[in-house]
């Protein structure tokens, strides 16, 4: 049997805890996870369209140095039928192709700088709440190591809980219950109560 300063040591340390965790402002601790999965999925939407819109600029780039390719290759193909007049037509799909590499790499170079970006404004933030997260985890540990020192003292003390009921609870069938309780009422030993 616990001695009566172990239970009053208890008492202090589940009393402690619980202001403890009143101290943490768990509901500012909630409005902070929500406002920080606001920005996380503001900023997924943000980048799920720049990778649209980089998807797309890749289409055009890629379309573009094909018919600059193209181009050039007809007009150096052309040339010497045409005694050099297609050759600004080579010059042309030469800066078609070179324009649609540029834009093709510049949409790759700016998906990189805003998701990094983006990604670098989100960490300060995350490793604030993860931080504030693990505190809380700890004081809920703390209490949750008090509270099952307290059950075994109860237990040992033949105090059952109600987790402690429960399993039996649950082992009874209902039926035979049933059936007791009504051998009770008729017997006349209970008063049905309405």
Same mark, same amino acid.
């Given at each position: 049997?616990?001695?009566?300063?172990?239970?009053? #040591?208890? =008492?202090?340390?589940? @009393?402690?805890? *619980?202001?403890?965790? @009143?101290?943490?402002?768990?509901? &500012?601790?909630?409005?902070?996870?929500?406002?920080?999965?606001?920005?996380?999925?503001?900023?997924? !939407?943000?980048?799920?369209?720049?990778? %649209? $819109?980089?998807?797309?600029?890749?289409?055009?780039?890629?379309?573009?140095?094909?018919? &600059?390719?193209?181009?050039?290759?007809?007009?150096?193909?052309?040339?010497?039928?045409? *005694?050099?007049?297609?050759?600004?037509?080579?010059?042309?799909?030469?800066?078609?192709?070179?324009?649609? &590499?540029?834009?093709?790499?510049?949409?790759?170079?700016?998906?990189? *700088?805003?998701? $990094?970006? !983006?990604? $670098?404004?989100?960490?300060? !933030?995350?490793? %604030? *709440?993860?931080? =504030? %997260?693990?505190?809380?985890? #700890?004081?809920?540990? @703390?209490?949750? &190591?008090?509270?099952?020192?307290?059950?075994?003292?109860?237990?040992?003390?033949?105090?059952?809980?109600?987790?402690?009921?429960?399993?039996?609870?649950?082992?009874?069938?209902?039926?035979?219950?049933?059936? /007791?309780?009504? !051998?009770?009422?008729?017997?006349?030993? /209970?008063?049905? @109560?309405?």
């Amino acid at each position: 049997m616990a001695p009566p300063d172990h239970l009053e #040591d208890l =008492r202090r340390g589940i @009393e402690a805890s *619980f202001k403890k965790l @009143e101290a943490m402002d768990i509901h &500012g601790w909630q409005a902070e996870q929500q406002r920080l999965e606001a920005k996380i999925e503001g900023v997924c !939407r943000e980048l799920e369209s720049m990778h %649209t $819109n980089v998807s797309i600029t890749q289409v055009a780039g890629g379309s573009a140095v094909a018919a &600059g390719g193209a181009m050039a290759m007809l007009g150096a193909a052309l040339a010497p039928f045409t *005694f050099g007049i297609t050759l600004p037509l080579v010059a042309a799909g030469v800066a078609l192709g070179a324009a649609g &590499g540029l834009t093709t790499a510049g949409g790759h170079l700016m998906q990189k *700088f805003v998701s $990094n970006a !983006r990604l $670098n404004e989100l960490l300060p !933030r995350s490793h %604030t *709440f993860c931080e =504030r %997260t693990r505190k809380l985890q #700890d004081a809920l540990d @703390e209490l949750l &190591g008090l509270l099952q020192k307290l059950h075994q003292v109860m237990h040992l003390k033949g105090i059952k809980l109600i987790s402690d009921v429960l399993p039996i609870q649950q082992q009874l069938d209902a039926n035979r219950i049933h059936s /007791v309780l009504k !051998r009770l009422l008729q017997s006349g030993k /209970v008063q049905e @109560e309405l």
